[in-house]
């Protein structure tokens, strides 16, 4: 029996991002979580790397303000208050979810996070640094390209 497929999540400007939702890998999961994150001018550095690798604390969770909120259940699951979108659970980030199998981040955001991406090290999900319309892709930056070279000899790579 064939498992479910994994999805790609995208993170970056406006445009780049918008560029892969009409693709169409635009999802939500089940907590009505989506796999992009469109970061502005406005989007902080904490919230970026929040949903790049928050990892899961069981009954802590976040308002759409980004405060710590009591979890939206009372007794027995049942909801203690209506829910207000947008409400995620403090393990919204993309490498805590099972479901997202890849990550596309633009190479100018990556470098925001370096440290963050750098000591992702497990090989799903994998995490690819792409070109945005303001600033070019450069190999040089790229970590994951960087370790991919020392896997192999210089003369296998040409």
Same mark, same amino acid.
């Given at each position: 029996?064939?498992?479910?497929?994994?999805?790609?999540?995208?993170?970056?400007?406006?445009?780049?991002?918008?560029?892969?939702?009409?693709?169409?890998?635009?999802?939500?999961?089940k907590h009505r979580r989506p796999n992009?994150?469109?970061?502005?001018?406005?989007?902080?550095?904490?919230?970026?790397?929040?949903?790049?690798?928050?990892a899961v604390v069981p009954g802590v969770?976040?308002?759409?303000?980004?405060?710590?909120?009591?979890?939206?259940?009372?007794?027995?699951?049942?909801?203690?208050?209506?829910?207000?979108?947008?409400?995620?659970?403090?393990?919204?980030?993309?490498?805590?979810?099972?479901?997202?199998?890849? *990550?596309?981040?633009?190479?100018?955001?990556?470098?925001?996070? $370096?440290?963050? @991406?750098?000591?992702? +090290? &497990?090989? !799903?999900? /994998?995490?690819?640094? *792409?070109?945005?319309?303001?600033?070019?892709?450069?190999?040089? $930056?790229?970590? @994951?390209?960087?370790? +991919? &070279?020392? !896997?192999? /000899?210089?003369?296998?790579?040409?």
């Amino acid at each position: 029996m064939a498992g479910r497929g994994k999805l790609i999540a995208v993170m970056g400007d406006e445009d780049t991002v918008t560029g892969f939702l009409l693709g169409g890998i635009g999802e939500l999961d089940k907590h009505r979580r989506p796999n992009f994150l469109v970061v502005e001018k406005e989007t902080s550095l904490a919230e970026i790397e929040e949903t790049f690798r928050c990892a899961v604390v069981p009954g802590v969770f976040r308002g759409s303000k980004g405060k710590r909120v009591p979890p939206p259940w009372g007794a027995h699951g049942v909801p203690s208050a209506p829910l207000t979108l947008p409400f995620f659970p403090l393990g919204r980030g993309f490498l805590a979810r099972e479901d997202v199998g890849m *990550i596309l981040i633009s190479q100018a955001l990556a470098e925001q996070i $370096r440290p963050a @991406v750098a000591a992702h +090290a &497990r090989a !799903l999900p /994998a995490v690819l640094e *792409i070109p945005s319309k303001d600033h070019p892709y450069d190999p040089a $930056r790229d970590s @994951v390209l960087r370790r +991919a &070279r020392g !896997l192999f /000899a210089p003369d296998e790579l040409r």
